[in-house]
């Protein structure tokens, strides 16, 4: 029997629909092993989305893959202490009205309450044995920018790479003209991890980083009438009818600003790069972090101009996604979060 290797990861979320959708496909992909799900706030706030994290989790465990190991879930921390801003995108729960009907005796003591023990048990294991951990950030980079302060010498040795849904490089943002939400909420943590992961100008980059922002989540989708169909056709399975429950809020906003009948998948998309890389073409760029501008706070700003001085900048190491074959990972996604194989 072929030994698939497992990839190793610790996903930071800020659970929200789409890291919920992107928790999903990281669970029932036999290629990743779900070390840790460390939270975030953002999409809600912190609490409300550590139990989002916890009840989506138990939820798609129970019925989508009850064979894999839970991962641990542990509270991070929240984005400059200030209230969410996603709260009209994902619902006033973060999950888009049914958070509740996922709650479950005895959840809160599923929520370890501090993310850094947990990361550094976690790596520590790894350097034991010699592994190598992906991390995937789907919400601000505020957890990820702390671990870099606390434990710098351990990323360093155990961390391959790190895989952030964030930005918007030469798409426009969705918070405002310029910023993306997930870097728009901390753009200071987002430029101290971005520092970091690029390391010395000479030595190159320290951790590997690369960024699935709106340039590509925007394009994939998940289609209201595909997912209606599907429920309807397997109406004793019960991920098709969750999935549907989960995302129709998330969809009506969708439609309201973008006319689009569907919703984008950004959170899943950075997940599945964890897997598979050739779902996105990624560029090397230099990025920087607008970190203070009045009108431009929280931009990815990314060197794209054809100047020699641009293509020789040793800086030139920030893996920035910049298309995104749509229609293979949209069946992709499909299939690992409903459980259901395509016709
Ligand atoms: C990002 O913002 C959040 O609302 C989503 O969960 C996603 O991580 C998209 O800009
Ligand atoms: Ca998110």
Known sequence: MKMLLQTPVILDVDTGVDDALGIILALNSPELDLRAITVCGGNNGLEQCCLNTVRVTHFALKELCPAVAAPVVARGLNPGGK????????????LGGISHRLAFEGEDDL????AAPVVRAVLDHAEAAGEKITIVTTGPLTNFASWTLDMPDLLLNTVSEVICMGGAFRAGGNITPAAEFNIYEDPSAAAVALAFCRGDERSGPAIPITFAGLDVTHKVVLRRAVIENLAARHPHAAMPAFVRDLTTTYMDFYERVRGLEGCALHDPLAVALAIDKSFCAIEPLHVEIETRGEHTRGMTVADTRDSLPAKQNPKRTTGVCTAVDADRFEKFFLQRVTGIEAD
């Open 83 to 94: 209230e969410p801003e996603g709260a009209a995108v994902h619902g006033g729960d973060g």
């Open 111 to 114: 929520i370890v309450p501090q």
